[in-house]
């Protein structure tokens, strides 16, 4: 096709924050995804990753209760070797989720306790 580039480009080679490994949350300018590699592995120069970015779902440890499908979840930056957390609570001034809450086949999607495993996918604009 005409001024195609590459396809699908669903897996991109992207900047990312230091310390970042293989299946870590990431958001990448207005981007969210999950790091198929870590930072400057798998042919990725120092400072980027292999980011995959598509709609796949994926199990996180999100923390708060879950409200139902599609329940927001944000991003918290990380902090040194600790992973980003991912959380339900909204952190104000306009930012964005990282991604929403998709109910396990044959479950309401609910969770009561404050965090536990989820199932997650990361929204794009």
Do not use: H
């Not at 999100?62 to 980003?84: E, L, W």
């Not at 990282?98 to 086949?105: I, L, Q, R, S």
């Amino acid at each position: 096709m005409k001024n195609e580039y590459m396809r699908p480009a669903t897996e991109l080679s992207l900047p990312v924050v230091a310390g970042t490994v293989s299946g870590d949350p990431v958001r990448v300018g207005a981007v969210n995804g999950v790091a198929a590699t870590s930072a400057g592995e798998g042919g990725n120069d120092a400072g980027f990753a292999s980011v995959v970015t598509d709609a796949r779902s994926y199990i996180y440890e999100v923390s708060g209760a879950i409200a139902g499908p599609f329940t927001p979840v944000f991003i918290t930056a990380r902090n040194g070797a600790t992973a980003p957390v991912l959380t339900v609570t909204d952190p104000g001034g306009g930012v964005k989720p990282w991604g929403y809450t998709v109910p396990k086949v044959g479950e309401s999607g609910v969770r009561a306790a404050t965090s536990g495993p989820a199932v997650v996918r990361p929204a794009q604009v």
